[in-house]
């Protein structure tokens, strides 16, 4: 399944769920409609004084009565709906911080933490989806994680101590590469929107209990007799009535939610084991839960409400397994490993989880049988540049399909992507604080008098002592490979993602100059800026819109696309004319439209306020013109760096993550 087609997917099944959890709203009005009919009935019974008379006949329908309760019914569910939204709209980081995770520090000295950070790395270099950022949930010693956010932009993966203390580095990279599955699947935004509406449900419940609760702790006084205590029955029923619409409402909504839930587990599981081609890993993983005391159990209270983000089950499932959020280990364990004997990891009566080595505690992630063993190899000199300056072959219906997926190939290229960076740099890439010199660093010329004047605006700016940080990067920004900058780039986000409003305004300030200092932009300097900003974008404000359903609403925006990648690639006008022709065939509904534009209507400014509108396009735009603009770079057969960079920065764009391209199959 590519990425399109999951996110279609996901968008059917949000469909059917949206329906299922009408029905249940319905009948949660309903219910509180009878109820209410019932109270009713039984207040009319109370007449002045101390007499009291039979109810009255019930009417059952009574419209405005029920156009009453519909209403306040309604309003309850989606007020409180909302307030839950709200709080994950935050982010991913507001997710794990509610259940007491706490961000490890990217300047870690802790061997599995650090072995941790390089995992995630490895996958979001892979992916090319902005680094998550990394959370442990220190107090729980079971074996669990998940992943949340409402994009991959805020996504942030999360495992508990025992998972980070008592996995290989295998199984961890099989229970990362599942929450990463997650994140490309569309599976974290269907999350969040399945814990709102049940907690919306729930809240009915919840003000039942509260009554009950103030009238068994007397909080609850009215006037003394009979009257008072005719009343204290009424509000006794009506919080009792509550209690039970609420709960069996959020009964039916959790057997919905257990049913969704278990389904994508597999999906994930399978999913992960593609990722990674070892099945040994995350089955490794699942054997582990199976076998120690404690499983995959949570503590944490709060964990319940997200119970269905989590790799495995982190709760005592209820009602005989149905509102089970995981399918059993088992059945899990099985699908990953058909000829399983049955046996699950027995612990040892003492775990040592200290004693590791040097790249088994993740700070040299193995690259093969072929790899270099030894910590102190120059990173220049681990694996050949991966995007050399001479065109590569570039098959463009390959590079279309990679799109949101994940192969043992690309694994292994961000893997050699990361051994390729020198150490200086990835750490700083990390630091908040010397991120941004990262940055800036990428961006210096080499052309002294104009890396002077961008030194210069750098201490304008950001002051001397971010002219002395970059000066001692220097050496390390010397060594990294060109096809390096990108992925660099992605490590750093996290770090770049939450700064102060001012903080940030001067550092996009000094970027835009930086990029202008020669009075023009590169392809690579473009990229960079785009890929950055909009990530930024996403991280202020997660909601993606959808404005252009129609390929005739934005043929002009395709036609600068494929045009500024023509002439970007081509050598002459002939060239540049065959190579748009080979994408515009592509897209047959507005290929007459689709004509090569004069330079000076291509240019990258123009392309950028393209890309803006382009964002809000449909997905199967997104797709067909991700399509067309391979076979404008691919019309040749190869693809330059300068190519490679403009498309990633196309992708990233239209929010969808484009791998790294796969190295061409050495010659026999």
């Not at 309850?76 to 709906?81: D, F, K, L, M």
């Not at 750490?427 to 961006?443: N, Q, S, T, W």
């Not at 700064?499 to 100059?513: K, M």
Request: aromatic letters at 6%; charged letters at 20%; proline letters at 7%.
């Amino acid at each position: 399944m590519d990425f399109f087609e999951a996110q279609a997917h996901a968008k059917k099944r949000t469909a059917r769920l949206v329906v299922l959890f009408v029905f249940a709203v319905i009948g949660t009005v309903l219910a509180s409609y009878f109820a209410t009919v019932l109270i009713l009935g039984q207040m009319h019974g109370h007449r002045r004084g101390y007499r009291y008379d039979p109810p009255p006949a019930v009417v059952v329908w009574d419209p405005q009565l029920f156009v009453g309760v519909a209403v306040g019914t309604l309003a309850v569910i989606g007020i409180a709906s909302l307030v839950k939204w709200s709080q994950f709209s935050a982010g991913g980081s507001a997710v794990a911080e509610m259940v007491g995770g706490r961000r490890v520090d990217p300047r870690t000295t802790d061997l599995h933490e650090r072995r941790l950070l390089n995992v995630v790395e490895e996958m979001a270099i892979a992916s090319s989806v902005p680094t998550p950022a990394v959370y442990v949930l220190d107090d729980e010693p079971a074996l669990n994680a998940f992943a949340a956010g409402l994009t991959s932009s805020d996504a942030v993966v999360t495992v508990t101590r025992g998972t980070l203390e008592k996995l290989s580095r295998d199984e961890l990279q099989g229970v990362v590469a599942h929450e990463f599955s997650h994140i490309l699947n569309g599976d974290m935004r269907l999350n969040v929107r399945l814990t709102a509406i049940l907690f919306g449900i729930l809240v009915l419940g919840l003000a039942g209990r509260g009554i009950l609760y103030s009238l068994g702790r007397g909080r609850v006084r009215l006037g003394g007799g009979k009257k008072g205590g005719g009343g204290i029955a009424v509000i006794l029923a009506a919080g009792l009535a509550l209690l039970i619409i609420g709960y069996v409402g959020y009964f039916f909504g959790r057997l919905i939610q257990s049913a969704v839930s278990r389904q994508r587990e597999f999906l994930a599981d399978a999913s992960a084991v593609q990722f990674t081609r070892n099945p040994g890993g995350i089955s490794g993983a699942l054997k582990k839960i199976g076998g120690y005391a404690l499983g995959s159990q949570v503590n944490e209270g709060k964990a319940a409400q997200i119970g269905h983000f989590f790799f495995a089950q982190s709760f005592r499932s209820a009602f005989g397994g149905l509102w089970a959020t995981h399918p059993p280990l088992e059945e899990r364990i099985r699908a990953i490993e058909p000829q399983w004997d049955g046996k699950l990891f027995e612990p040892p009566e003492v775990v040592d989880v200290r004693h590791e080595s040097f790249q088994t505690a993740g700070f040299a992630p193995p690259l093969g049988p072929n790899a270099p063993a030894g910590p102190g190899l120059a990173p220049s000199q681990a694996v050949p540049p991966l995007l050399p300056a001479p065109p590569i072959p570039f098959q463009a219906a390959t590079a279309a399909a990679n799109a949101g997926a994940l192969t043992e190939g690309h694994f292994r290229q961000a893997q050699a992507l990361l051994e390729k960076m020198p150490t200086a740099l990835r750490e700083a890439a990390r630091d908040p604080a010397r991120a941004p010199m990262v940055i800036y660093g990428l961006l210096l010329s080499d052309d002294p008098s104009l890396r002077d004047k961008q030194l210069a605006l750098v201490q304008t700016h950001a002051g001397a002592a971010a002219t002395t940080a970059l000066a001692t990067l220097g050496p390390a920004l010397s060594q990294l490979a060109p096809d390096a900058r990108l992925p660099l780039l992605q490590l750093a986000l996290p770090a770049l993602s939450h700064p102060a409003a001012p903080e940030l305004d001067r550092f996009l300030t000094t970027l835009d100059e930086l990029v202008h200092a020669d009075g023009q932009v590169t392809p690579f300097e473009y990229a960079l800026q785009k890929v950055l900003t909009r990530h930024l974008q996403l991280v202020r404000a997660p909601q993606v819109r959808v404005e252009f359903y129609s390929f005739q609403a934005v043929a002009d925006d395709i036609s600068v696309v494929l045009s500024t990648l023509a002439r970007v690639g081509a050598r002459d006008e002939t060239q540049a004319a065959a190579a748009c022709a080979a994408g515009a065939a592509q897209l047959k509904l507005i290929e007459a439209r689709l004509t090569l534009l004069a330079p000076a209507d291509c240019t990258l400014a123009h392309l950028d306020q393209t890309l803006d509108r382009l964002a809000l396009a449909s997905l199967p735009i997104k797709k067909r013109l991700l399509d067309a603009a391979a076979h404008v770079i691919g019309a040749d057969g190869t693809i330059t760096l300068e190519e490679g960079e403009l498309f990633r920065a196309l992708a990233a764009a239209l929010d969808v993550p484009m791998p790294v391209l796969e190295a061409p199959p050495a010659a026999a």
